[in-house]
């Protein structure tokens, strides 16, 4: 079945920048997604991207995707005490419309 | 703003009881989901509900069952609640027909069966 793989920690100092990465199976991934959680919260979708796109950057934040290797990063530039949290990847496959699978998400901790 | 609200953030149960979590959205979402969050698991789906009395089974459905009645509302049953169902347990909304539309996820409920 479908698995996406995530390391579970990464810890940086503040003002450094942050990577993230993901490796996901299913070659019809067709959105691939960011969330972030906050302790004590729910999950917050930070970002997505569409398989078609290699780039795609949002103020802070840069996601990239290779399609060929299936891997999937998030970069946070100038990382703040205020981005350490769990981040998960997720993927959505072309035959399905609603189940979203996500991996195991990585804690980032930022260092003052 | 979208707001999908877990009736209650802490919840003890012991063994064999039969335990309700309760969920409801006010965006007029079609989808709903139940996930059980566990360290080093990530997410995994139990049920989810694309309609009013319309569900379907996630990865881990055993041990649970769900009812939606109402759109806005989607229950978790635990029928009998077990310690290995001891979790972090977030329902999630959605619209239908895009799937890019993001997951919108309730703050969660821990449960804890003793």
């Known amino acids: 079945g479908e698995d996406v793989e995530q390391s579970l920690f990464l810890s940086v100092r503040e003002g450094d920048s942050s990577v993230i990465n993901c490796t996901y199976t299913?070659?019809?991934?067709?959105?691939l997604y960011w969330y972030k959680q906050e302790p004590g919260a729910g999950l917050q979708l930070l970002t997505y991207i569409f398989s078609n796109m290699d780039m795609k950057q949002d103020q802070r934040l840069t996601v990239l995707l290779n399609k060929k290797d299936k891997h999937l990063s998030l970069r946070i530039a100038d990382t703040q005490t205020g981005d350490s949290a769990i981040y998960f990847c997720?993927?959505?496959?072309?035959?399905?419309?609603?189940?979203?699978?996500f991996g195991s998400g990585t804690r980032l901790l930022v260092r003052p | 703003d979208v707001k999908v609200t877990q009736s209650s953030r802490y919840l003890v149960k012991r063994t064999g009881e039969k335990v309700f979590l309760e969920c409801v959205q006010d965006?007029?979402?079609?989808?709903m989901f139940w996930y059980r969050q566990d360290p080093g698991l990530g997410l995994r789906l139990i049920y989810f509900?694309?309609?009013?009395?319309?569900?379907e089974k996630g990865d881990i459905p055993e041990g649970y069952s769900v009812s939606r009645e109402k759109k806005e509302r989607f229950s978790l049953i635990l029928e009998s609640a077990s310690t290995n169902q001891t979790s972090m347990y977030l329902c999630?909304?959605?619209?239908?027909?895009?799937?890019?539309?993001?997951?919108?996820f309730g703050n969660g409920t821990r449960l804890t069966v003793t």
């Open positions: 509900s694309y309609d009013v009395k319309m569900k």
């Open positions: 997720a993927e959505i496959g072309m035959d399905s419309s609603y189940k979203l699978i």
């Open positions: 999630a909304s959605s619209t239908a027909g895009t799937r890019k539309s993001p997951l919108h």
């Open positions: 299913d070659s019809s991934s067709t959105y």
């Open positions: 965006m007029d979402h079609e989808n």
